[in-house]
């Protein structure tokens, strides 16, 4: 079983950032990509930002020139840098990683909570 820990949240003012990270278990080998999701209260969970072993990165528009993906030197990593922090983007965030396997694990989330 994958796990994936993950740290980093908090509470911000608008305006401000905050840094996720998150680390999994599995071989650097058997990931394909990793990725963040967020969900606010009585909202679906949406994704943020994914980046693929290849290097390719995906962004949910609204948070485009905001957030930033990236991954770590050891490629079991993954990073959201999150500036220009605005109220909407308050919510539970969680990582996500999908290995070769196409098989797909979750963390268990972590709050980020933007005041007004």
């Known amino acids: 079983q994958v796990q994936l820990a993950e740290s980093g949240g908090g509470l911000v003012q608008a305006g401000g950032s905050l840094g996720l990270s998150c680390e999994a278990s599995a071989s650097i080998f058997s990931i394909t990509a990793m990725g963040w999701y967020r969900q606010a209260p009585g909202k679906q969970r949406e994704l943020v930002a994914v980046?693929?072993?290849?290097?390719?990165?995906i962004y949910a528009d609204s948070v485009k020139g905001r957030f930033t993906i990236s991954r770590g030197n050891a490629k079991n990593t993954v990073y959201l840098q999150m500036n220009s922090l605005k109220p909407e983007d308050t919510g539970v965030y969680y990582c996500?990683?999908?290995?070769?396997?196409?098989?797909?694990?979750w963390g268990q989330g972590t709050q980020v909570t933007v005041s007004s």
């Open positions: 996500n990683a999908r290995l070769r396997s196409d098989d797909a694990y």
């Open positions: 980046i693929t072993s290849g290097g390719i990165r």
